[in-house]
């Protein structure tokens, strides 16, 4: 074991937090010397540099910045047992500590989904969860969950690294949606090969704009899908601007069922090909690794994929 004591890894958490030895040893309640001098017999003891030291900062070398994280969710979880075991068993045996969670969740989600469907759940949890606080960030860029220190990521789509723990909270899809008086104004195709005539609303992610759309017959699922270019004027890295722009008139566009299901129970969104259904858009919950998963992480994504659940049951019910 190389890691002597608590201590140490609380110092290289406060080092990347403060960015000094100054902040993390006024934080710490030491002086900066001893805080140097538990920093240098860390380095020793493991036989690598942890951190780059100038007069005035300190910045964390790839070494220390991946002992950091796991240092970080190391100290949550112990903060988080040490919690649960003071709570202790009543007279009844009956264990008090299984639902008090407590500490920090780092949550990034995507924006519309977060705005029309997520706030309500994480409401609810955080009422019932009182010793739980959310560090929130929203937007549709995305984030490396492991290099931006996030605890829990929504995102849609099929997944790629192989270094997250996935859990799928709904199989969806996307679907071409207008509102009443855009197809009023400009016709409603009838067929996804005269979407270039109309005004599309599309994503730009990263450094790519949508330029093609897929879709599938409904009697046809395991056909190849027919790809459509699409153009408009206007294009969004937000997904609930795209959604305003639909609800405004001003165009077509393409989103999940999750985003759009409320405007479209409404009436002021319409499914503009009923016969037709878009690409595959699961929603996952994901993170970092199979470690160091607290309990107040794994009973939230519990109870997001329990309310979804019910949500879509009462949408179908």
């Known amino acids: 074991m ?14 990347a937090r403060g960015g000094s030895l100054t902040a993390a040893s006024r934080q710490m309640g030491i002086t900066p010397a001893a805080a140097s001098a538990m920093l240098k017999k860390l380095e020793t003891r493991l036989g690598v540099r ?20 796991y240092a970080q969710r190391a100290l949550e979880l112990l903060e988080e047992g040490v919690a649960l075991a003071s709570e202790g068993e ?37 009422d019932r969860h009182p010793g739980v606080e959310l560090q929130l960030n929203v937007g549709d860029a995305l984030l490396d969950v492991v290099r931006d220190e996030v ?4 995102r849609y789509g099929e997944l790629a690294d192989s270094r997250l723990v996935a859990r799928k909270l709904h199989a969806g899809r996307r679907v071409l949606v207008a509102s009443p008086d855009y197809l009023r104004r400009h016709g409603r195709p009838s067929h996804p090969d005269e979407l270039l005539a109309h005004e599309c609303i599309r994503f730009k992610i990263g450094d790519r704009l949508e330029r093609t ?30 959604h305003q722009w639909a609800l405004e008139g001003r ?4 989103k999940s069922d999750l985003d759009i299901r409320d405007s479209l129970a409404s009436g002021a969104l319409v499914d503009v090909l009923p016969d037709w259904v878009g690409r595959p858009m699961p929603l996952h919950a994901l993170m970092p690794s199979q470690r160091f998963l607290p309990q107040r992480l794994k009973a939230l994504v519990e109870h ?6 019910r949500s879509a049951s009462a949408r179908t019910g």
């Open 213 to 242: 759309w897929a879709f599938w017959r409904r009697d046809a699922m395991q056909a190849a899908p027919m790809e459509v270019a699409v153009q408009g004027r206007r294009a969004a890295d937000d997904g609930g601007i795209a």
């Open 2 to 15: 190389n890691i002597e004591n608590t201590a140490e890894l609380r110092l290289l958490v406060e080092c």
């Open 304 to 309: 997001l994929a329990e309310g979804l659940r």
């Open 251 to 254: 165009g077509l566009t393409y």
């Open 151 to 154: 605890d829990l990521a929504l």
């Open 50 to 69: 942890l951190a780059e030291r100038s007069t005035r900062a300190l910045r964390l070398t790839g070494a220390g910045e991946r002992l950091r994280d």
């Open 90 to 126: 009543d007279g009844g045996g009956q264990d008090r500590g299984a639902t008090a969670l407590r500490g920090r969740i780092r949550l990034s989600a995507p924006s519309d989904l977060t705005r029309r469907i997520v706030l309500p759940l994480l409401d609810d949890f955080l």
